[in-house]
Nanobody
Framework: QVQLVESGGGLVQAGGSLRLSCAAS????????MGWFRQAPGKERESVAAINWSGFITKYVDSVKGRFTISRDNAKNTLHLQMNSLKPEDTAVYFC??????????????????WGQGTQVTVSS
């Protein structure tokens, strides 16, 4: 098993930026696909971005394309989400996740096995 801890959330005005980080411990995630998810109050969890094991392939939900960038540093066992041009509709708790069984980047939650507890992102208008 792997433990994932998100950080970097906060309050930002619309148009601003935040950089989220996810620190993994317990095992290396260098061979694991990883992803970012978010859940707004009263809403279902949404897949935001995914990255393959090496970091060379990334995928994004349409609503964040061109604004968010997922990246990883396997040497540091960390995952990041750079969020630019933030909108109020981006307000949510953001979670990182790691897959145990696959290396490929894929949106959706089916392939992910380990989850962080989340970090709050609030975007004011």
């Amino acid at each position: 098993q792997v433990q994932l801890v998100e950080s970097g959330g906060g309050l930002v005005q619309a148009g601003g930026s935040l950089r989220l980080s996810c620190a993994a411990s317990g095992r290396t995630v260098s061979s694991s696909a990883m992803g970012w998810f978010r859940q707004a109050p009263g809403k279902e969890r949404e897949s935001v971005a995914a990255i393959n094991w090496s970091g060379f392939i990334t995928k994004y939900v349409d609503s964040v394309k061109g604004r968010f960038t997922i990246s990883r540093d396997n040497a540091k066992n960390t995952l990041h989400l750079q969020m630019n041009s933030l909108k109020p509709e981006d307000t949510a708790v953001y979670f990182c996740a790691a897959a145990d069984r696959t290396r490929m980047a894929q949106l959706g939650s089916a392939q992910y096995d380990d989850w962080g507890q989340g970090t709050q992102v609030t975007v004011s208008s």
